[in-house]
Structure formats: C-alpha cells, structure tokens
C-alpha cells in the first residue's frame, strides 16, 4: 500500500528537512564556542555546558534522521505510515540528556577533589555568552517551528535547546560569583546543579515522548475543532459518536461513528463521508479520516459525546 503525498505535505516535509540541518550547523558552532570557552578557562561547569552541546549536535543528527524517515509514505509493512520515528528521537535525545548529565556529576566530583583555578575569565565568558545567544535564538526557532509543522522531534529538540540556555545563563552567573568571591568550590557546585538540571529536562522529554508511542490522543483545541468541522459538513446524517483521535508525529488519525436514516442510499451516505473527510483534512493538516456508518437505529439519543448534525 502507497500513498502520494500531496504538495503542502511535500512542502512541509522540505521544511523540517531544511531546519533540521540548520540545527546540526548550529549545533556545530555552539559546540566549538563552548568547548573553546572550557579549554581557555579550565572550569568544570563551562565543561558541563560543552558537554551537553556535544549531546546536542547528536540529538540534531537524530532528529534529522527521524525526519527523513518519519515523511516515508505508507508502504506494504507500515500501513499506517511511519510517523512515530520522531517520538524514537526525541526518546533517544532525552536518554542521551540523562547520560550527559552523570558524565557531569563525575567531572565535578573529581573538581571538588582538586579545586581548578579558573583562567583567562574574560574570554571565556564572551565565547560563552555568544554561544548562549545563538542557542536562545534558535531555541525559539525550532519550538515555534515545530509546533506549526506538528514535528515532535523539532519541538523537542527546541526544548532541549531552551534548557541549554538557562544552564548557560547559570553558569555564567556563577561563574562572575566565583571570580568576585574567590571561592574554587563553587564552580563545581555550580556543574552539579546543571546536571540535576539537565537530568530532569531529559525525564520530561523521555515521558512526554512515551505518551506520543503510546497513541495520546489530539489536543483538547484540536478535538474541538474536529467536532465543529463534523458539525459544518455533517448535513444529511444524523448525529456522530465515539469521536477518537491519536496523534502520531505530524499525523493525526480520527475515527468516529456517523448516523444516517435509515432509507438512505449508499451513495448519498458516501458522498457525506466524502465532504466529511474533505472538510476535516483542510481543518486538520495532515489528518486522516475513517468513518463508520450506523443506521439510525444505532443512534445515541445525543449522550455525552454525541455530535447532533
């Protein structure tokens, strides 16, 4: 079983591939800002937030591949397309968050147990600070994107981006403290801090993406505006129950029941599930639409979750 996908599917589909490598590029140079901020000043929480970059650049790569498999088109073993390889990324991206944070905790034990002296402050706190602004930015970029796309790997990928640039923002707050106070163990106080930071983005990512494989069903706005557009294009039948809906990546598939008299052709009952579907794929990009015709006697006498028409 194929499926042709159709020029806004393509189009977004461009999209996400182009973002996603733009994220790698910045990923890249994030990296070498922060590890270069590290090697001139020898902290242990610069080297905290170098790290988490380096786990950065291989969730982009993920997420980018995730992508590219995700836009496959249904075929003979995945009837049902291959949406939920984003939701295997953003899992992936929020293990690798957990493991870079226990490299952290390590490397800041070993500083509490030969204090460093911070070195060259200027510097590295400029190369951090343009790190962290160019982060910011496309942290913004990639959770406003994603959300627009429906792309889970692209929205995680921003979240994970936000948490880096608050424990940016952190760091480099602590690291002013140490150098007007003087006091060597706070720097790896502070790379401790970061990694229970980091431990616990990282468990919400792995949860939020759990709940995505498991077929979460669409948002509360998102079933709203699936009943009204059944309510819109709904004329000639006469009512539609057990509306159920399950998000799988940039897919959203519904199902429901619709009710029509009883004298009715199955000609004029197709040609509602037609508009139906016509009218639900326009309001939810991406949807795909299964429905159930019913007698009037399997009506529901309008229980909850009913849908008069």
């Known amino acids: 079983m194929t499926a042709t996908p159709s020029l806004a599917e393509t189009s977004s589909v461009r999209t996400l591939h182009l973002i996603a490598a733009g994220s ?57 397309g291959h949406h939920k390889a984003e939701y295997l990324s953003a899992v992936l991206e929020g293990v690798l968050i957990v493991v870079a944070s226990i490299l952290i905790f390590r490397e800041a034990y070993d500083a509490i147990v030969a204090p460093r002296v911070i070195e060259d402050f200027g510097i590295g706190m400029a190369l951090s600070g343009l790190a962290t602004a160019l982060n910011g930015g496309w942290s913004a970029f990639l959770i406003r994107r994603g959300r627009s796309l429906r792309s889970p790997a692209l929205v995680a990928d921003g979240w994970h981006l936000f948490t880096d640039v608050m424990t940016s923002v952190g760091v480099i707050a602590g690291l002013v403290l140490v150098a007007v106070t003087g006091i060597k163990i706070l720097d790896p106080l502070l790379a401790i801090a970061v990694a229970v930071y980091i431990l616990w983005s990282g468990s919400k990512i792995i949860i ?102």
Not at 217 to 230: D, G, L, M, P
Not at 245 to 269: D, K, S
Not at 275 to 301: F, M, N, Q, T
């Open 208 to 309: 939020s993406s759990m709940s995505g494989l498991l077929d979460e069903a669409a948002s509360t706005a998102i079933q709203a505006r699936i009943r009204e557009a059944i309510q819109r294009s709904g004329d000639g039948a006469l009512e539609a129950h057990d509306v159920r809906t399950r998000q799988a990546g940039r897919a959203i598939f519904i199902e429901f029941h619709l009710v029509v008299p009883g004298n009715m052709t199955v000609h004029e009952a197709h040609e509602i599930c037609d508009r139906l579907e016509a009218a639900l794929e326009a309001e939810i990009e991406g949807s795909e639409v299964v429905i159930h015709v019913e007698p009037e006697h399997k009506a529901k006498d309008h229980s909850k979750g009913t849908i008069p028409l």
């Open 24 to 80: 790698i590029a910045v990923a890249i140079a994030v990296m070498a800002l922060k590890y270069c901020a590290f090697l001139v000043t020898g902290s242990v929480a610069l080297y905290s937030d170098a790290l988490e970059s380096i786990v950065n650049l291989v969730t982009a790569l993920a997420a980018l591949l995730a992508i590219n498999v995700s836009s496959r088109p249904a075929d003979r073993n995945h009837q049902f």
